[in-house]
């Protein structure tokens, strides 16, 4: 095992949940960048013409599962703009809309916590500017536009560390508040590192045979903070009773099966409906959903399908896709977007929730919060939600201040 160093190449790591242990992925065999109109070898800097249709035709051969099991890891950063794309909107991104990574070495680390602690300044929307955009959304609701709409905002992120370094080594060290789909990958050409504490799974996948694969998703939905620990079970237990959040989550569930049924075979099946999901600081509600497939199915098949989550979206996810393009007036970017690994036997996609996107140029960061809008919502309770989200991941640091929050809107 290897303590982690600086590091001016690319390279990801990746938390594996069932041994506790983090994997240093580096020295990549392809890395690439696609845009909207080119793509960039990200180790020559080379850059060639590039189109969206050649990009479906790219993930549309990449096998879910190879015919061996992969020896070297794929790592596939997937930005929301993406899903915009695929759902037939415009996207005028200038950041790439998927990051495709292979990697030759493969190395565990251990991270210890900086000597110091790392200060981080919290700037994001105050209450006025976020009621106006809720009411939009309730209009957009009452008007029969959308059933749920997942209203986000954007939270600049300033660090006192000038080291990267450090920042990753703070977010990584500390184990136990990890999520199960947490990463970092650090694009230094870029100026790029995307640091995610997701819990949230787009789609994990299985073999199920040698002919047939079994699929499932969880999406998340609900959210409640947890002040003191030994009150867990009993807010776990309150949520889960919870009509709104209940309602929340029903709506996500019909769409996510609808998605996962227009894969390849109409048969999703929902295995459980609602599940106490915990992350340190919150209390989450979730469900499971599944679907067979045949092991002919590429992952630009599940991608047409399912990508972007419904959770991060709303429903219906199209049309409610445009609203939100009209009233969050920020460039999500990586942030909700997607993160694949496919290694070995392993093929799983998150969501990224709970993610920063670090300008390597100047440490500042924006990271992305919000939840979802329904005919239950209260405007107070969905701001002070979207800030106890901001609070999971700024624990990782010490939060000096922040210019707004509930207790200044």
Known sequence: MVAFASDDSIHSFFY????????????????????????????TQKEFPFTIPELHEHLSKIALFASAPRARPRVIHLNYNFGRVLQGEHSASLSPLCLDLEYDSVEPCLFRPPKKDIGVQIHGPNFEEYSRRFEKCFEALLRGDSYQLNLTAPFRCEFDSACTTDIVSAFLARKKMLGAYAHVTTIPS?????????????????LAGEQSINLWSMPIKGTWKVPVEADRKKINQ?????????????IIIDLIRNDLSKIEHPRAKLLAKKLS?????LAHMASLISVELSRKISLGQILSALFPGGSITGAPKKRTMEI???????DRDFYSGSTILLWKKAAAASINIRTLQLDLNKNVGVYGSGGGITLRSEVRAEYEEMFAKVASFTGFFKAKSQTWGPDKG
């Open 324 to 330: 939100l393009a009209g009233v969050e007036n920020y």
């Open 277 to 281: 999901l915990s992350v340190p600081g």
């Open 238 to 250: 309150q949520l889960l009773h919870d009509k709104k959040n209940q309602n929340e989550l029903f």
């Open 190 to 206: 870029l100026g790029l590192s995307l640091l995610s504490n997701s819990p949230e799974c787009l789609f994990q996948a299985s």
């Open 16 to 43: 594996f949940n069932d041994t506790q242990s983090i994997l240093k992925f580096s020295r990549p065999v392809s890395a690439w960048a696609y845009y909207l109109d080119r793509k960039v070898d990200l180790r």
